[in-house]
Structures are given as structure tokens and as C-alpha cells.
């Protein structure tokens, strides 16, 4: 099962290649999946590893702006960490939601643009987050859509593997 874990993960990785609309991507379902099905040492370096390599195809803007963004997908791996241990549809559904919200909440922080962007403070930080509602949005949509195909795909096979082997048990 562990090789249909890598794989899942690297597909993943490789889907962001695809095109496709602003923020519908793979990212925060990599991590959570990695952090969820991978033992802890690889639950956080192969989907970082993932993220890396498909960056280096589509470009890197700037390392200040690929920190934040890798902080937010260590952060979904962690709450991958909570589901491992308290797996049910509510703890995956709200830790994805926890997850798009967070990167959301982190990645328009006003502090992290030129103040020439956004005014340092309250008015700019509000701003920040109106403008960048229609990015949440496809974040969101994408992180549901992903966590369902990654989750669902391989507690799928987890199950049909299972019910095979109980098969050849009782023959």
C-alpha cells in the first residue's frame, strides 16, 4: 500500500503541471494525504520533495513567497498527522477546510507584500483578504475535490486489497 501512497503523491505533484484555474490545485490534499498515510518521517519530506520538483517546472517566484507557501503545506501535514489518529469523514472534511483556510489566512498577510501593494495595517489587511476571496474559493474547491480523490482512491484499493485477502483466507 505504501507504493500506492508514493504514487498518489507524486501523481498529485504532477497534476499542478496540468493546466488549470488559479489555486484549483493539488497542494493542500498532497500534504494532508502525506501526512495522513505516510509514516511520519515521509509524511513531510516526500510531498515537500513533490512540491519542490513540480516548482522547478513551473517556475519559482520569489523564496520569500515559496516559504510561506511551503509553511502552509507543512501546517496541512500536520493536521494530516491529527486525521491519522482520529480518521473519520469529519476529521478529513474539517481538516481540509482547516487547511484552505489557513493557507488563505497565512499567504495574505499584508506584511508579506510590498506596503506599495497593500497598506500595513487593518484597511490593507481587509483588502488583502476581499481581493483574494476569489483565489479561496478555487483553493478551496480544489482542496475538497483533490482530498476526495486522493482520500477516496486509496481507501478504495485499501478496502478492495483487504476483502481480497480475506478472500484467499477462507479458501
Not at 517556475?59 to 501535514?77: H, N, T
Request: aromatic share 18%.
Amino acid at each position: 500500500m505504501n507504493y500506492f501512497a508514493y504514487f498518489l503523491i507524486f501523481a498529485a505533484a504532477a497534476l499542478r503541471l496540468v493546466d488549470h484555474p488559479a489555486n484549483f490545485a493539488p497542494i493542500a490534499a498532497m500534504a494532508l494525504f502525506g501526512g495522513t498515510y505516510l509514516n511520519k518521517k515521509l509524511a513531510f519530506i516526500l510531498p515537500v520533495v513533490a512540491m519542490v520538483a513540480s516548482d522547478y517546472f513551473i517556475g519559482f517566484d520569489s523564496w520569500q513567497s515559496r516559504a510561506v507557501v511551503y509553511s502552509c503545506f507543512l501546517l496541512s501535514g500536520l493536521i494530516g498527522l491529527y486525521i491519522r489518529n482520529h480518521k473519520t469523514a469529519a476529521t478529513v472534511l474539517g481538516g481540509t477546510l482547516a487547511s484552505s483556510v489557513l493557507f488563505y489566512l497565512i499567504t495574505n498577510l499584508v506584511f508579506l507584500y510590498p506596503e506599495a501593494m497593500y497598506e500595513h495595517g487593518l484597511a490593507g489587511q481587509m483588502q488583502s483578504y476581499v481581493n483574494a476571496l476569489p483565489f479561496f474559493r478555487n483553493t478551496l474547491a480544489g482542496d475538497l475535490f483533490y482530498v476526495g480523490i486522493l482520500f477516496g482512491s486509496f481507501e478504495t484499493v485499501r478496502y478492495y486489497r483487504k476483502s481480497q485477502v480475506l478472500a484467499r483466507k477462507k479458501v
